[in-house]
Nanobody
Framework: QVQLVESGGGLVQAGGSLRLSCAAS????????MAWYRQAPGKQRELVAAITTGENTNYADSVKGRFTISRDSAKMTVYLQMNILKLEDTAVYYCHAVARAYTDYTFNDYWGQGTQVTISS
């Protein structure tokens, strides 16, 4: 199977920066797109940023120009550099990957357990 483990969350003041990491592990045959989602209290989970194997990226309008997603395919890791953080960025951030385990014939969706990001004023 495929496991995703996030790290890098925490408490930071508005205007500050954080870098999230998500490492994939397990019996992985291939990883396709990877992404970061977030879910704030009382709100639906939303896409923050995504990156393909060709390193094409896509961002939510609310984070464009402030967040940067990148990946290291050799390390099976995706990163989210978050700058100029705002109060409204407070949420649990989830890593997502479309991947195929060696035991599977198809690609499936995998999620990390989430990491809390809290922005203080």
């Amino acid at each position: 199977q495929v496991q995703l483990v996030e790290s890098g969350g925490g408490l930071v003041q508005a205007g500050g920066s954080l870098r999230l990491s998500c490492a994939a592990s397990g019996s992985i045959a291939s990883i396709n797109a990877m992404a970061w989602y977030r879910q704030a209290p009382g709100k639906q989970r939303e896409l923050v940023a995504a990156i393909t194997t060709g390193e094409n990226t896509n961002y939510a309008d609310s984070v464009k120009g402030r967040f940067t997603i990148s990946r290291d395919s050799a390390k099976m890791t995706v990163y989210l550099q978050m700058n100029i953080l705002k109060l409204e960025d407070t949420a649990v951030y989830y890593c997502h990957a479309v991947a195929r385990a060696y035991t599977d014939y198809t690609f499936n969706d995998y999620w990390g357990q989430g990491t809390q990001v809290t922005i203080s004023s």
